[in-house]
């Protein structure tokens, strides 16, 4: 099993930056993928990136250019660099990994874009 951690969520104006991170319980050297996903009221989950265990990235189309998916492997940490945030970018954020076939979700993190 893995459990994931979430911070670094908050309020923050259109066009300012936010660093998300999950913690994971175990390495993440030994899991497949690590990523982010986001929920805004009334939506659906969706991909926001994601980054293999090869170092492969992937990117929501609406957030490419703009946000960073990295890991620091000696801390089984995974980041969300957000520039340019804006309005439609508020949501929940949730990391995701995939370890062993099954997919595991953090508890979420809350992200606000308000001037």
């Known amino acids: 099993q893995v459990q994931l951690v979430e911070s670094g969520g908050g309020l923050v104006q259109p066009g300012g930056s936010l660093r998300l991170s999950c913690a994971a319980s175990?390495?993440?050297?030994?899991?497949?993928?690590m990523g982010w996903y986001r929920q805004a009221p009334g939506k659906q989950r969706d991909l926001v990136a994601i980054i293999r265990s090869g170092g492969i990235t992937n990117y929501a189309d609406s957030v490419k250019g703009r946000f960073t998916i990295s890991r620091n492997n000696p801390k089984n940490t995974v980041y969300l660099q957000m520039n340019s945030l804006k309005f439609e970018d508020a949501a929940v954020y949730y990391c995701?990994?995939?370890?062993?076939?099954?997919?595991?979700w953090g508890k979420g993190t809350l992200v606000t874009v308000s001037s």
């Open positions: 995701y990994a995939l370890y062993s076939g099954m997919p595991y």
């Open positions: 175990r390495s993440i050297f030994s899991i497949n993928a």
